[in-house]
């Protein structure tokens, strides 16, 4: 891919001021493309040999600035294009620096996709995004790289940096799909040739690991949600985690959004946040005392997490998150109190929920062993082809 960039005097055209126009050259492949400067010279005044003005020419000082700052445009935009292994032509590479677009960078994707999503009100998934661009910025410490860059090496030496770091497997597969995604939209984009794809030599299905146990004794249950405090934070976790086991394993984001329409002719009927499948599940007696504790005239929703107040997508988040985490932060203390074998969280529910109706011997069908598994869409189906009578059964079992 040899390239030669020159300014030239064009003797073979003369003006009216009897003057020849100063030209860009560019050679590639063989193939020539002139581009004026918008500049003319008198031929006497310029030296053809060493393609630059004679020391006697008028104006020598700013022509030879001129040449030297157009030559280092050209030869920038050559490497650049030839870092990107992007093919180009003298007349495309002439194009590019008289209409001059911005090359994106692989920051400039993650940005762009970020504001893309939030605009989409698509702000867990944007968070998500966000904390994989936070990562490899801290990882790699500047963005200001291309696709191209991103290969197999680099994606290994990123991945024994998350290592160290203490990530689980889980949290490691879930950045590198952030980063495959984004590299899919480069190649969409055409920001790098698809032949670069590094993620076919580079298997991210090999960083999943199996999921760690989630799940306790129906006992241990028992024990959290008998659980004696006098402080209503903590009581309120209990609460959260008490109402998740009871009605399905519902999780903490699907709790936050519940609202008194949700519940019609005695059953919890809503659709999932992130399956998009609709659930209905009889109350529990448990569950009718929690919601009735909780009732509030001037709040729609059935629990105090989110308010009124929260409008905005960005707002419901931001609660959302800041109250699950102080949720969990609770339920790990309690755990660690009651020497439970594993970090009892929100999730602990819906584990616990499963494994305790498959241990009291309802059908794995209808209860849903597989909720640890890849595809909760196959769950969802398999709960959603059973009638009322089969779910409400299963749910005696629970406590």
């Known amino acids: 891919m040899n ?60 022509l030879d600035a001129l040449i030297a700052k157009t030559i280092q445009e050209y030869s920038a935009q050559i490497i650049e294009m030839k870092a990107m292994d992007r093919e180009f032509t003298a007349n495309t590479l002439a194009e590019r620096i008289n209409n001059p677009t911005k090359v994106k960078t692989v920051g400039d994707v993650f940005q762009e996709q970020m504001k893309a999503l939030k605009d989409a009100q698509r702000l867990t998934y944007m968070l998500s995004i966000q904390q994989t661009y936070n990562s490899i910025l801290e990882f790699n410490k500047h963005l200001n790289i291309y696709f191209v860059d991103i290969d197999v090496p680099w994606l290994k030496k990123y991945e024994t940096w998350l290592r160290k770091h203490g990530l689980s497997g889980n949290t490691i597969k879930g950045r590198f799909v952030d980063i495959r995604t984004m590299y899919n939209i480069a190649i969409a984009e055409n920001l790098i040739k698809a032949e670069h794809y590094p993620f076919r030599q580079f298997k991210i299905a090999k960083l999943q690991q199996e999921t760690a146990k989630r799940a306790i004794s129906k006992e241990d249950v028992t024990r959290i949600i008998e659980y004696q405090t006098k402080n209503k934070l903590i009581q309120f976790a209990i609460d959260i985690f008490t109402f998740s086991y009871t009605m399905g394993g519902i999780n903490f984001v699907d709790i936050s959004t519940l609202t008194k329409e949700n519940i019609i002719d005695n059953r919890l009927v809503y659709i999932r946040h992130k399956t998009k499948k609709l659930i209905r599940l009889p109350l529990h007696p448990k569950a009718i005392e929690l919601i009735e504790k909780y009732h509030d005239d001037n709040n729609p929703h059935l629990f105090p997490i989110l308010m009124a107040y929260h409008k905005t997508e960005q707002q419901k988040c931001n609660r959302v998150h800041k109250i699950i985490v102080n949720v969990n932060k609770r339920l790990k203390e309690i755990g660690k109190e009651l020497n439970l074998p594993i970090t009892l969280t929100t999730y602990v529910a819906r584990h616990s929920h499963a494994t305790i109706l498959k241990k009291a011997g309802v059908a794995t069908s209808i209860i849903s062993e597989s909720l640890g598994h890849s595809s909760e869409r196959i769950t969802q189906v398999y709960l959603d082809s059973f009638g009322n009578e089969q779910m409400d059964e299963a749910m005696k079992n629970l406590l």
Do not use: H
């Open 3 to 62: 390239v030669t960039v020159n300014v030239i005097c064009y003797k073979s055209k003369v003006l009216k001021n009897n003057e020849s126009p100063l030209m860009v050259r560019v050679c590639k492949d063989r193939k020539r493309k002139y581009i004026s400067l918008g500049l003319s010279v008198n031929p006497t005044y310029w030296d053809f040999n060493k393609n630059a003005p004679k020391p006697q020419c008028p104006n020598k000082e700013y």
